[in-house]
């Protein structure tokens, strides 16, 4: 079954949202590529505004040859001038028009200053145009690129944008909705389309519609970007400093953090000794944690710390240039999913509590238990719920 992500991908410069004039603009600079002063774009903007499916698509649709690179895999100028030059000079498979494509712009300058002046140096004498993408223009890394490249900003997509593309898709999928879920979920994601659609996918998997309450697992999603970023960073750096520091950069709890990034180790990795290596830190991380709570030896923190990043990220034998869909731990999602139902429980513990003169905690394991027998005979039913003020959803998860 395909993810909202994959189907709805754009196959056409039209079905592209929210980017219209930043799409003239790099259609224009295509146009008169051979007039153009600087021979390179550099498309900026925030994670999921369409950057870099925007030019495939449009290559696609004028008819170009696009070819990828990854400036992460780039170090010095004997590598940038084999591999990049020998993109630019090699002619199309198939006749056609050619492109460079280059991404992550910003692991360019972790090559030495003769690489960084061979960039620069193919990049004016380029005879097809070369497309760099880039999170912050503003980034000093990116300072001397500027000189040869043109600079095209990708916005945020606006949540009113969203909101309408979501919806339409649901209504595409044949699934009901309340207004207020698009609407939420157009604002939370903050301009993400990708975000979006991976919030509407999570919640609408396998319903015939979704409500408000359905809502309830994106209440976190702030926390979950920075995570997200955190997890990426994690699995995707070759700085093990980086790595090692990055729980402090999040707004979450260490031991979720750990959660977050063991959960996710067999979707990034690919070959087994990787998994198994990784998998290996983390399960050292977790005898550190007993230790610590057994001890309350918390100097044995820094361990723990440790092996879940750094152990983690040198574990992989290459750098996987993929996008990976990391989930919320699976003890997260269990929480998520029984939040409205312990929510409920505690509601109508608080007012057995009123009349009982006890705890919420005796009324739940005293008084709960016994409720769905007593709740079978009719007049029993009409007082409790008479006394207690029970609503229907309330009687309803008493008589389950």
Request: proline residues 3%; positive net charge.
């Amino acid at each position: 079954m395909m993810s909202f992500l994959e189907k709805y991908a754009p196959k056409k410069i039209a079905d592209i949202i929210g980017q219209s004039a930043a799409i003239m603009q790099v259609i224009e600079f295509l146009n008169t590529f051979r007039q153009q002063k600087n021979k390179a774009l550099i498309i900026y903007g925030p994670t999921g505004t369409g950057k870099t499916t925007s030019v495939y698509t449009i290559a696609n649709e004028m008819n170009y040859e696009l070819t990828e690179l990854n400036a992460s895999d780039f170090r010095g100028k004997d590598v940038i001038e084999q591999q990049i030059g020998s993109a630019l000079r090699t002619g199309s498979l198939f006749g056609k028009k050619k492109m460079i494509l280059i991404d992550e712009a910003e692991s360019f300058t972790a090559s030495d200053r003769g690489g960084m002046a061979a960039l620069i140096k193919l990049i004016k004498e380029s005879r097809v145009p070369i497309i760099l993408i880039a999170l912050d223009i503003w980034n000093q890394k990116l300072k001397s690129l500027k000189s040869c490249a043109t600079a095209i900003e990708f916005k945020k997509i606006h949540s009113a944008t969203l909101n309408k593309y979501l919806q339409a898709i649901l209504t595409a999928e044949g699934i009901e909705f309340e207004p207020l879920v698009t609407e939420f979920i157009s604002k939370n994601s903050s301009g993400d389309v990708r975000a979006a659609l991976t919030d509407l996918d999570m919640i609408s998997a396998g319903k015939k519609k979704v409500t408000g309450e359905d809502l309830t697992s994106l209440e976190e999603r702030p926390k979950e970007e920075k995570i997200f970023s955190a997890v990426q960073t994690v699995f995707k750096t070759e700085d093990l400093n980086e790595s090692r520091n990055i729980i402090e950069k999040v707004d979450l709890e260490p031991e979720m953090v750990r959660l977050w990034i063991t959960d996710n180790i067999a979707n990034e990795y690919e070959l087994p000794s990787e998994v198994a290596k990784a998998y290996n830190y983390a399960s050292r991380a977790d005898v550190f944690s007993g230790r610590i709570l057994r001890r309350q030896s918390w100097e044995l923190y820094k361990y723990v710390n440790d092996l879940v990043t750094a152990g983690v990220s040198a574990s992989k034998e290459r750098v996987y240039h993929k996008f990976t869909r990391y989930m919320p731990p699976s003890k997260l999602l269990r929480l998520y999913q029984t939040k409205s139902m312990r929510e409920m429980k505690k509601a109508i513990c608080a007012k057995f509590g009123t009349k009982l003169h006890a705890s919420s905690r005796k009324i739940q394991q005293y008084y709960l238990p016994f409720m769905k027998n007593i709740l079978k005979s009719k007049p029993a039913k009409e007082s409790i719920s008479q006394n207690l003020a029970l609503e229907k959803e309330e009687l309803a998860f008493l008589g389950k």
